[in-house]
């Protein structure tokens, strides 16, 4: 099953995540599909924190991947960012 999710990359205290479209039986950082966006939680000023390409992030929902928890409320939180922009 092709699931969207997680992908840590970054330094020691200085997480940097990767949203990919990876096989399940995959482990969390090896390979994966496809990077459809990324998420720095430590972004500061005018860095950018989030970004997903939404095109790509539908191709796969419609077929069939699954969302994790975590992508889906990152999810929310760019498309409320796009509205209020």
Avoid at 25 to 41: A, K, S
Avoid at 64 to 79: E, H
Wanted: proline share 4%.
């Amino acid at each position: 099953m092709v699931v969207i999710r997680l992908s840590r990359g970054g330094s020691k205290k200085r997480p940097f995540f990767n949203v990919v479209a990876a096989d399940s039986r995959n482990r969390r950082d090896g390979r994966f599909l496809e990077r459809v966006g990324f998420y720095n939680p430590v972004a500061s000023g005018q860095a950018e924190g989030l970004r997903i390409a939404f095109d790509r992030l539908d191709y796969w929902v419609s077929n069939g991947a699954q969302v994790s928890p975590t992508v889906t409320r990152l999810i929310k939180q760019a498309k409320a960012k796009a509205v209020a922009a």
